[in-house]
């Protein structure tokens, strides 16, 4: 059976810069392992829906609760690859941090975070998956007047 993560692909608007240059994105560097920088995001709890687990798993590791965020309707990203030899599956939902100045409040699963460009978002996501899901997510908002 495939591990199942759940996510969000959150975004601010910077007002004083013009879109697209306008839109970064939130990664967060983890603590452990590589140290890699991700979405928030996080497995799937017995019992539990996936759009909860990606809500409960922001508000852990963001501090971002659902009073924060804008969900973005129509994008849904599935992620599909192995992890120590196990398929996993992340979905990935789009969602708008509506005051760009809200304060990230990192849990221990996370050493840093940084709100970043599609260009720089791409270089630190470093996975290929990853990178087109922050470009889809980025054209999606371009295509849909969102920019």
């Excluded at 829906?49 to 969900?71: I, V």
Aim: negative net charge.
């Amino acid at each position: 059976m495939a591990l199942r993560a759940c996510g969000f692909i959150i975004f601010r608007r910077m007002l004083q810069k013009p879109p697209p240059d306008n839109i970064e994105f939130l990664l967060l560097q983890t603590s452990y392992g590589e140290h890699h920088w991700t979405p928030p995001k996080g497995h799937v709890d017995p019992g539990e829906d996936d759009l909860t687990t990606a809500l409960r798993e922001t508000q852990e590791e963001a501090g971002l609760g659902k009073d924060n965020l804008c969900m973005v309707e129509g994008f849904l990203q599935r992620l599909h690859y192995q992890v120590r030899g196990k398929d996993k599956e992340v979905l990935y939902w789009l969602a708008e941090l509506r005051d760009p100045n809200t304060r990230v409040i990192l849990s221990e699963e996370h050493q840093d975070y940084r709100w970043a460009k599609l260009e720089e978002a791409c270089k630190l996501a470093e996975y290929q998956d990853l990178q087109d899901t922050l470009t889809a997510a980025q054209h999606y908002l371009e295509a849909n007047g969102k920019q």
